[in-house]
């Protein structure tokens, strides 16, 4: 292992340690979802992952499994009057862009793949609002692929500490497949939406509190508590 890697594997150790309660939570939440994912058909995943975008993950769980309850298949989903389906999704905030999202991921899921979730990330990233987290999300849990799901925090906390030098969330992900060892591609963003929730905040983090303080370059970090 490269020095870097190893620095790398050393930040991410102390972070699990630091996060190590907390995480109990997360690993159960994983848990749920691998379970939910092996329940769920990779539509449903889909589904769940499109109505979770700036949603809370108890909010996005209450409404997929009202939606499933009417409708579990692309075909289903389209037989919904759109003002019912918006009616169903209210809750989870941007019911209008989520809805028509959804109708559209469905309509084309039917039309290009014969009704089935496509396996790849390019056939994936080609269906409209699909991006790449959504894409990384279904192949991960749905279809058992090796990726790393970045998300804001994923893509501003590497950025911060130095490992990384990237524009948007695309570049990050390409970034930390070279620098990052497998073993944690699976984990990085559980531990990394946790500790950004907590401690590398977006705004003002708690650099003073952060257990990881000495090997941050803190960079564009221009206020910390
Ligand atoms: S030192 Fe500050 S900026 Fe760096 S990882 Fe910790 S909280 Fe984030």
Redesign the pocket.
């Known amino acids: 292992m490269q020095t870097k890697e190893k620095e790398i594997s050393k930040t991410i150790e102390i972070l699990k340690e630091f996060l190590k309660e907390e995480r109990k939570t997360t690993l159960n939440r994983e848990a749920k979802d691998r379970k939910d994912s092996k329940r769920f058909t990779p539509y449903q995943t889909l589904i769940s992952c499109l109505l979770s975008l700036r949603a809370k993950d108890e909010v996005t769980e209450k409404i997929s499994e009202n939606l499933f309850k009417i409708a579990k298949t692309p075909e289903e989903i389209l037989k919904i009057e759109e003002r019912e389906l918006k009616k169903i999704i209210f809750s989870s905030g941007h019911y209008n862009k989520k809805a028509e999202a959804i109708r559209h991921v469905s309509k084309e899921i039917i039309e290009k793949y014969n009704s089935k979730v496509p396996q790849t990330r390019d056939e994936l990233l080609s269906i409209k609002h699909i991006g790449p987290k959504t894409a990384n999300i279904v192949l991960a849990f749905s279809f058992n692929k090796q990726v790393i799901p970045v998300d804001t925090h994923v893509h501003r906390?590497p950025n911060?500490?130095g490992w990384i030098k990237t524009k948007n969330p695309e570049q990050t992900e390409k970034e930390l497949e070279k620098i990052l060892p497998k073993e944690y591609w699976s984990e990085i963003n559980g531990v990394l939406v946790l500790f950004g929730k907590r401690?590398?905040l977006p705004i003002s983090?708690?650099?003073s509190k952060?257990p990881?303080?000495r090997y941050?370059k803190?960079v564009g970090?221009k206020t910390?508590r």
């Open positions: 906390i911060r500490l401690i590398c983090p708690l650099c952060c990881i303080n941050c803190k970090v910390s």
